[in-house]
């Protein structure tokens, strides 16, 4: 055959090949958090499925047409960009274990109110929870928990932080047990934009410092607030005896370059990548947790270590768009 014949395949396939590398490491061009980039990545699963399905297009294509074509090129790099997706999700796992350990830590974003006080009560007598971060429950149903639950037996302190006058009308609440001594937020450590995210410290000097985090989503015109939100959390892990629970509305391709330290954002390490776990999906809960976006978290300082993590399928039809996360964590 004509090397001429060959050039629009060798263009196609390097185009391609460039093209792949973005859909599936992004973050190897500095992309990953870009528009469209950042929405596409968390639900790898789905670009899997629909790369693949191209690829088998594409190839039947090519085999029809029985020469090196630009059809063949697309056949290639389709499939190359299907098994990487598929290679980044076996490698970060898909376990779901959870192990004895010091504290356990859930997070559950409750979509403004739509998982009730019960629910979360629930939640947290199935899990044993010390803490619960609670992005989207106001004061009244965190109080409404802690009510639910005394009556129990479980003694659970809760607070809330509001957003700023102009910004979205979303708190977030967190609930300590009492076990675990008195605890303070400090102001002083300030908040995610656009939506609120707080630290809460002991009073008697004891225990981890705790973070319940909410930054934005990574939006078309809010993107630098999302960026924001993400550097302030990495913030946060610049302290080792940290424990950050949330919707952090990011993954783990998110946080690449946020880390330091051996940490995957500041000097924190992630739950579910050290457990095994990072590729199941905590959003949408109408999507399977095999195809939906990984974006609940909990964080680790370098004081601590997961020693259990799952995603809690149980709670889908509690009325929350996210699933919880639940954690167990014990110090080094």
Known sequence: MPNTRRRPFVIALVIGVLLAVICVWPQALGLHRLPLV?????????????????????????????????????AITLAAATVGHGAVLLARGGGSAIAEGDLTVVAWNTYGGGASP????????????????????????????????????IEMTHDTVVSEPGDDPVPTSILIATSLGPYERDASAGSTPGVPSGVWR????????????????????IMTEWVEGLDWVAARCAEPDVIVAGDLNATLDHFSGLGRDGGVIGGCRDAAADRGAAAVGTWPVRLPAALAAPI???????????????????????GSDHRPVVATVSRR
């Open 118 to 153: 019960e629910s979360i009560a629930r939640l947290v007598r199935e899990t044993g929870a010390d803490v619960v971060s609670l992005p989207e429950t106001d004061a009244i149903a965190a109080a409404a928990v802690v009510g639910i639950l005394a009556r129990d037996g």
């Open 38 to 74: 950042s929405n596409a990545i968390p639900f790898r699963g789905i670009l899997a499925l629909v790369l693949g399905a191209l690829a088998l297009v594409a190839t039947v294509v090519a085999v029809l047409r029985r020469r090196w074509s630009v059809a063949a090129a697309l």
């Open 202 to 221: 002991p009073s008697d000097g004891d225990g981890p410092v705790l973070v319940a985090a909410h930054p934005l989503p990574p939006l078309p015109l």
């Open 296 to 318: 609940d978290h909990v964080l680790t300082g370098g004081d601590w270590e997961a020693r259990g993590f799952a995603v809690v399928t149980g709670f889908d039809d509690a």
